[in-house]
Antibody
Framework: EVQLVESGGGLVQPGGCLRL?????????????FHWVRQVPGKGLVWVSR????????TYTDSVEGRFTVSRDNAKNTLFLHMNSLRDEDTAVYYC?????????????????WGQGTTVTVSS | DIVMTQSPLSLPVAPGEPASISCRSS???????????LDWYLQKPGQSPQLLIF???NRASGVPERFSGSGSATNFTLRISRVEAEDVGVYYC??????????FGQGTKLQIK
């Protein structure tokens, strides 16, 4: 089955760290770019980060730049989001999403596969 | 970063009636490739977002024909020709930055009258 499954969320104190994982199955993980998107319950979607298929290119929203690091292990079909210096405002549901951009052809077909999300709560 | 502005933020629509959502960007989304990197997503209640439209006007696989996207550069529109009960949820436009941060609009909540 083609799917993304996030894990690693939980309760963490301000200033703490957490590592989220996104396990992919049913498709060739190494061919795709990926995004992390977060959402405070009841609020809108907020884009967080993007990583290229080989991990060499990463982009972040300003509010997490320098605190979060996106990475991937193509041998294990897993995407990661390493979150440091966590703040109250990082509390959210975090989704991983597959980006259908193909570098070889330059074609793009949207963020066509999303996980179910994992909840991060930053609180003392 | 590019700012995406949607309107309206709330959209009550009677079944069978058309609906339209506007999305404006603070900068042109027209890429050197000739494509506008603007997508539309729907988040149904209690679910993860799902892709509706990519590159401004291309329906994703499995998306009903009543959904259409149009526009270019800084002005985009999502239209639903005849709203059905299953279309309830929050609609988001999103700019996917090829070498810069991506951004979502604030979301438009579609409700059935």
């Amino acid at each position: 089955e083609v799917q993304l499954v996030e894990s690693g969320g939980g309760l963490v104190q301000p200033g703490g760290c957490l590592r989220l994982s996104c396990a992919a199955s049913g498709f060739t993980f190494s061919n795709f770019w990926f995004h992390w998107v977060r959402q405070v319950p009841g609020k809108g979607l907020v884009w967080v980060s993007r990583i290229s298929s080989d991990g060499s290119h990463t982009t972040y929203t300003d509010s997490v730049e320098g605190r979060f690091t996106v990475s991937r292990d193509n041998a294990k079909n897993t995407l990661f989001l390493h979150m440091n210096s966590l703040r109250d405002e990082d509390t959210a549901v975090y989704y991983c999403a597959r980006d259908s951009y193909l570098e070889t052809s330059g074609s793009y077909y949207g963020l066509d596969l999303w996980g179910q999300g994992t909840t991060v709560t930053v609180s003392s | 970063d590019i700012v995406m502005t949607q309107s309206p933020l709330s959209l009550p629509v009677a079944p069978g009636e058309p609906a339209s959502i506007s999305c404006r960007s603070s900068q042109s989304l027209l890429h050197s490739s000739g494509f506008d990197y603007l997508d539309w997503y729907l988040q149904k209640p209690g679910q993860s977002p799902q892709l509706l439209i990519f590159l401004g006007s291309n329906r994703a696989s499995g998306v009903p024909e009543r959904f259409s996207g149009s526009g270019s550069a800084t002005n985009f529109t999502l239209r639903i020709s005849r709203v059905e009960a299953e279309d309830v949820g929050v609609y988001y436009c999103m700019h996917v930055g090829q070498s810069r941060p991506s951004t979502f609009g604030q979301g438009t909540k579609l409700q059935i009258k």
